[in-house]
């Protein structure tokens, strides 16, 4: 486990490299709206966004916004900054979400004590504008 | 009808470098020269090397092969790329190699400069398995095998009460193990107390409860075991071998079971293929990339029932002289991270009772598993056939 310096100059924060996949996401996502995958064929979610429906194999698929509640699968405390531009904000949760309509999202947990977390509670994505290209996902207890 | 590759292969050579943290050769030159040792050690001549599964991406290709030993004629050039599984997945490739006649002698191989090169974090942005990982979740904070697999870690404390305790038991008992070996990173003792106090990395993980950033090269060689068996070494066949891949396997996030890694289908195959189950296994080299991943592992090998990974563990069971030793070497919690070869090394040296203080009395059979990637398993089932 590192346990180098911080560079003087922090990094910047990783960003994501939509695909033309995963496109419409985080066009969504700009928009304040959580735009999900969905085959055209056979009508069933997928998430991360692919090419291809693994159920019916259909090549067809249209972006759907839907709702912002979950519950939570589980969750990690991050205490050690592998990438140092997280240093100032760790500790921080990273809660593992079933989202009601049924794929998970990985973010940020804000605004409660890790030690009163509980597997199934209730939390609600919000959206944090990180640049004028990116919006990324956060959650909160409901 | 027995499984067609069932003990038509043999690991006939092993070969590993001094592991260290700090070293001023490149990982292409540790693999080298672990891969020299392991061809040294099966008596062969490197001109004998037919085949190359070298680790990858990281440390040297075909071409360094050929290069630096001279390879005349080469017939099979592969990469497994599962991560922490390639390993011992590697050997079912060179195994299928050797039964087959495409080849004679397969050099599988690691070499890597992972304390003194890049880093865990840099180093896995070159995967393309984790291509997912690093645009839905590097942005928001999550990228290190750490914080990914913490979840799950978290989530089976939280459904069968898996605690600390018990991870902190799996870092000591291997750094006892570690402490009989003499080439390990970590050699002094550990107990509980320090693994407790010890720094928390991503939580439920502490520092001991992760792998170890380490530099150094190790190497086997795969041959037919029929002509193995007049090589230098007792002979030490394969019995079974399998690969698994999970669901979802390039994001943890989005698999059904978090829980549920590629190891539960390779297990099912590679038993059958040994034609053994779990009570024939003498000793087991576990990939330990986390304490709680060894735990979760014991339960899907079935020494355990599901959930009761935690407990198993305690009360000496997994020490030497225990019901089922682990990790005899001191793996990669301890001895070095050379993504698992070391444990298939230390399963061939046991069965060859080659192990020194380590050693597990009259070890006939033995099980080793390889894990990574978010979740890609394999294991290997070897036999002292000598």
Redesign the interface.
């Known amino acids: 486990m590192s346990t180098a310096p911080a560079p003087a100059s922090l990094p910047e924060r990783p960003m994501p490299t939509p695909t033309r996949e995963s496109q419409p996401y985080w066009d969504g996502m700009r928009e304040g709206r959580f735009m999900l995958q969905h085959c055209a064929s056979c009508g069933k979610v997928r998430h991360y966004p692919r090419p291809v429906c693994p159920h019916c194999f259909s090549m067809e698929s249209e972006f759907k916004e839907a709702p912002l509640g979950g519950a939570i699968h589980a969750w990690t405390v991050c205490h050690h900054p592998f990438n140092f531009f997280f240093k100032a904000q760790a500790p921080y949760i990273v809660a593992l979400v079933d989202m009601d309509v049924g794929v998970r999202v990985n973010a940020p947990l804000r605004g409660v004590d890790a030690a009163t977390l509980e597997l199934g509670q209730k939390v609600r994505l919000q959206f944090e504008p990180v640049s004028k290209e990116v919006t990324l996902p956060f959650f909160v207890t409901v | 009808m027995a499984h067609a590759l069932r003990e038509r292969a043999a690991v006939s050579g092993i070969g590993e470098t001094a592991y260290t943290r700090g070293t001023q050769k490149s990982g292409l030159a540790l693999q080298l020269e672990a891969s020299l040792k392991a061809i040294e050690d099966a008596g062969l001549s490197p001109r004998d090397i037919d085949g190359v599964v070298p680790y990858f991406p990281g440390g040297g290709i075909a071409e360094d092969f050929i290069a630096n030993l001279g390879l005349p004629d080469l017939t099979l050039s592969l990469f497994v790329p599962m991560g922490g599984a390639t390993c011992v997945a590697a050997i079912q490739s060179a195994a299928m190699a050797v039964a087959t006649g495409v080849c004679k002698n397969v050099l599988i191989s690691v070499g890597r400069t992972g304390y003194s090169g890049a ?3 840099t180093r896995l942005q070159q995967f393309p398995q984790f291509a ?1 990982a ?11 095998p ?2 990914l697999y ?3 870690a ?2 089976h404390m ?2 069968y009460g898996t605690t600390a305790r018990h991870f902190a038991e799996v870092a000591v008992t291997t750094r006892q193990h570690a402490i009989l070996n003499g080439n390990v990173v970590m050699s002094k003792p550990l107990t509980v107390e320090d693994h407790h106090a010890s ?6 993980f502490r ?1 001991f409860d ?1 792998s170890l ?1 380490s530099d150094g090269g190790a190497a086997i060689i795969v041959s037919a075991a029929d002509r193995a068996r007049d090589l230098k070494k007792p002979l030490v066949t394969i019995m079974g071998v399998a690969e698994g891949h999970p669901e979802s396997p390039a ?1 943890i ?2 698999r059904p079971d ?1 829980l549920d890694f590629g190891l539960v289908k390779a297990a099912r195959r590679g038993y059958a293929m040994a034609g053994v189950g779990p009570k024939d296994i003498d000793v087991a080299e576990i990939y330990d990339c986390f304490t709680f991943t060894v735990i979760r592992q014991l339960e899907i090998l079935g020494f355990c029932r599901e959930g009761e990974g935690g407990p198993f563990v305690m009360d000496g069971r997994i020490g030497l002289g225990g019901e089922l030793p682990i990790n005899t070497h001191g793996g990669l919690l301890s001895q070095g991270h050379v993504v698992g070869l070391n444990h298939v090394i230390e399963l061939t040296r046991q069965l060859r009772r080659e192990a020194g203080k380590a050693q597990v009395k009259d070890a006939e059979v033995g099980l080793v598993t390889g894990y990574g990637d978010m979740g890609d398993g394999s294991l290997a089932i070897l036999r002292r056939a000598a």
């Open positions: 880093r865990v974090s997912l690093a645009e839905f979740e590097a942005p928001i904070g999550m990228f290190a750490a914080q913490a979840q799950g978290r989530r939280e459904l720094r928390m990395i991503s939580d439920p520092l992760c950033e994001s996030a989005q978090l």
